[in-house]
């Protein structure tokens, strides 16, 4: 080869522990979960490892196909995946990820799966969909005993056994949601989808679904209209006596990202469903589910950014330009610290919402995780795209090509925004639930003046976040600004208690101060940026 095409300056692989993060692990050991480190390492020693990011990329670049029809012209509405997409899918649930803490009675059962999902997460983003809605739905379908006695155990099972057959016959099973209509939206009492009682019990619902991922789960939760109003109701994919429940699949969805996981437009058709829950309290009913896949839209934008800082940190490490390294250029430091405070703000009040579904006998906790759990899926979810496309830009031009796997992050980083509600959504929840639960205000600022004294600018922060809500005047308008100030101090508390010192202070310096910067690298003078960027360095 000629010497004008010598490889020089390029940034060697990326293998490593995705697991060696110190705001997670600091954040399993706070939740009594420090037990479980040992399997969150083998986790991310593999979600490190050549053959696992190998296996993310393919099958984004390998797109589930629909096939509605066998050769023979019979119905059959399946849909065929990458064989790496049931690798993933295997490991995730081999380690319990899906939903074994729901069986598991050890202290920190739910904080060691969130550290799993955040961990595991950062491999391959899509077929995390199906996980959490299989972690989202036991609590859901306990509001009908005796399903619940049937699936629960299988839901929970280590075994990933794909394939149509009667759930009940199966060593583990796949669970999925199935709520949105084309014109209702987050709006779900607009759904039209009705369900008419029959003489054994069961339903036959009839109507569309706008939005049904992973549509080749065991067991799906739906909304329909039944006698007594909108109710929730579980549809098995194979029918007890094996037969295919007619749930037809009638095209895929080309998403801008999640491109790994299938997300389809159905319709049932006289479709057999089991009431879960009483009639006319579907909502009330599948809030459960969407509760805890909210909670994963946190962990889930929490760990693209941990994965957005760490990419972006051994870029910068090994690549230089204009005479040293681009990690040891002031500006450059700023962004990549900037960056780092985030991940950590995030990953950590993630993680502690995790801690909180681990007390449900705790009042005051179940309070704090209402109201927490509703800002931080608005804040954090939100700032998960602006997140991804400042890490994207420390590569410069190879940031924007598909081989360095940044543009699969960017385009992840939009959804969990929109899932489970859009920013919108969540900033309105937050107000409701002041509104209907006045406790979980209490319990929100116990939290968070835990840290009272501690640090002068959020101190001065809550303070004005208390005279804000003071003011109900335009509340709703207000709401965005509102709910991102409760994050932020929520945010800075926990840091200040628990984090890094120079993350705390570099994050309540730029964040409550009156000149922090829009974009990301707008950190004030004096920061130790060295100590914020050691931490993700791998």
């Not at 120079?502 to 920061?527: H, I, K, Q």
Request: aromatic share 6%.
């Amino acid at each position: 080869m000629s010497a004008t095409h010598e490889v020089t300056n390029q940034v060697p692989p990326l293998v490593y522990d995705v697991a060696q993060d110190p705001a997670l692990l600091e954040a399993l050991d706070r939740a009594d979960a420090g037990w479980a480190a040992e399997e969150v390492h083998e986790l991310g020693r593999l979600a490190g490892s050549e053959q696992a990011q190998e296996w993310g990329r393919i099958v984004n670049e390998n797109e589930p196909v629909l096939r509605t029809h066998d050769r023979y012209g019979n119905r059959i509405d399946e849909v065929e995946y990458h064989p790496y997409w049931h690798e993933l899918m295997s490991v995730a649930v081999s380690h319990g990820v899906q939903a074994a803490p729901w069986r598991d009675e050890r202290a920190g059962a739910h904080a060691a799966r969130a550290a799993k999902l955040f961990v595991w997460g950062q491999v391959e983003a899509g077929h995390t969909c199906p996980i959490s809605m299989t972690y989202a739905a036991v609590p859901a379908l306990r509001a009908n005993p005796e399903l619940a006695a049937v699936y629960e155990p299988l839901l929970a099972a280590t075994e990933y056994d794909f394939g149509l057959r009667e759930p009940s016959t199966k060593r583990g099973l796949i669970a999925g949601m199935s709520m949105t209509e084309k014109q209702g939206g987050s709006d779900v009492r607009a759904n039209t989808t009705t369900a008419r009682p029959v003489a054994d019990g069961s339903y036959r619902l009839m109507g569309h679904k706008w939005f049904t991922s992973a549509p080749m789960s065991d067991l799906f939760l739906t909304l329909a209209q039944a006698p007594g109003g909108l109710s929730c109701f579980l549809l098995p994919r194979a029918l007890p006596d094996g037969s295919r429940n007619p749930i037809r699949l009638q095209r895929l969805k080309d998403k801008l990202g999640n491109r790994s996981n299938a997300s389809s437009e159905i319709e049932y058709e006289d479709a057999v469903g089991w009431l879960v829950g009483e009639e006319g309290r579907g909502v009330r009913t599948i809030i459960e589910m969407v509760n805890n896949t909210r909670l994963d839209c946190a962990l889930g934008s929490a760990s693209g950014m941990r994965l957005g800082a760490v990419r972006a940190v051994h870029h910068a490490t090994h690549r230089h330009a204009f005479g040293k390294a681009l990690v040891d250029q002031p500006l450059m430091a700023n962004v990549l610290a900037d960056l780092v405070v985030e991940s950590d703000a995030a990953a950590t009040v993630a993680m502690r919402l995790a801690a909180a579904g681990d007390r449900p006998d705790d009042a005051q906790e179940q309070a704090f995780r209402r109201l927490g759990l509703a800002v931080t899926k608005y804040w954090v979810c939100k700032r998960a795209p602006m997140h991804a496309a400042e890490a994207l830009e420390c590569f410069g031009g190879n940031g924007y090509v598909e081989e360095s796997g940044m543009p699969r992050l960017y385009r992840e980083a939009p959804l969990m925004s929109i899932w489970e509600g859009s920013g919108n959504v969540a900033a309105l929840d937050a107000l409701r639930a002041m509104g209907r639960q006045p406790e979980s205000v209490a319990a929100f600022f116990t939290e968070v003046e835990q840290a009272a004294g501690a640090d002068a600018r959020l101190d001065d922060a809550v303070g004005r976040l208390k005279k804000d809500l003071s003011d109900l005047d335009d509340v709703e308008f207000r709401a965005r600004r509102v709910v991102e100030s409760m994050a932020l101090v929520l945010q800075g508390s926990l840091l200040v208690r628990h984090g890094d010192q120079a993350v705390a202070d570099a994050f309540c310096a730029s964040r409550f101060a009156g000149d922090w910067g829009l974009a990301f690298g707008t950190l004030p003078a004096g920061t130790d940026t060295s100590a914020i960027i050691d931490r993700a360095r791998v």
